[in-house]
């Protein structure tokens, strides 16, 4: 078990409603990572913390999308006024030396 | 900018056989390349790095700076290989952001 559990499993919203997604990395995970997946495409770069410090944000990242990680511990993911296009598995990442453990993910559907 | 390429969505071998994953990048300075390995209903997980240099499962990957290509290979394909395989790069010394490739999926058949 890589310790990284991401709630909920699967979200299935309505378009223009907002979403929340919880990942709770384990404690030597002292770096969280956020990334997207459609489809039949790889992993793609949300944002990045380092304790509780937002370093790093894709342009991917629209002003709908907040990421917070307040204690330096759990991280929340926020899509506000969701759109079709944001369905996508969301995926949470601890990294811990060289190596991310994954989390299983959020699927998320947009109807 | 980075970028990796996997020409290969889908690839399909006999057990026994010899695999080989492409993975492509683009890259202008010294990159760390992975390979993320993902089995049925399991999730995301770190194969092989190029720094290491190390042989796990069988698989091993060379870094190819002048063909700027790190391919995975197994000379002998098992059953349990049967995966999604994504190559990724990691750019700038210290930067943290991963950039992953679209991914291979690898069927062994029996």
């Known amino acids: 078990d890589t310790g990284v559990s991401q709630d909920p499993r699967h979200k299935i919203t309505k378009r223009g409603q907002n979403v929340t997604f919880r990942c709770d990395p384990i404690s030597e995970h002292n770096r969280l990572y956020w990334y997207r997946q459609t489809l039949g495409q790889g992993p793609e770069f949300l944002t990045y913390f380092q304790n509780e410090a937002q370093l790093e944000k894709s342009r991917l990242l629209s002003d709908r999308f907040s990421a917070e990680r307040p204690k330096g511990s759990f991280s929340t993911l926020e899509i506000q006024r969701t759109e079709q296009g944001d369905s996508a598995m969301y995926l949470c990442a601890g990294r811990q030396g060289e190596k991310l453990f994954f989390g299983s993910g959020t699927q998320l559907s947009v109807l | 900018a980075q970028r990796v390429t996997q020409p290969e969505k889908l690839l399909s071998v006999f057990k026994g056989a010899p695999v080989e994953l492409k993975c492509n990048y683009s890259y202008s300075g010294s990159p760390e390349l992975f390979w993320y390995v993902q089995y049925s209903r399991q999730r995301l997980q770190l194969l092989l790095r190029h720094i290491s240099r190390e042989s796990i499962k069988g698989f091993t990957a060379d870094l190819n700076k002048g063909e700027t290509s790190f391919h995975l290979k197994k000379p002998f394909a098992q059953e349990e290989d049967s995966a999604m395989y994504y190559c990724?790069?990691?750019?700038?010394?210290?930067?943290?952001?991963?950039?992953f490739g679209q991914g291979t999926r690898l069927t062994i058949n029996p």
């Open positions: 990724a790069l990691r750019g700038v010394q210290g930067a943290q952001k991963l950039v």
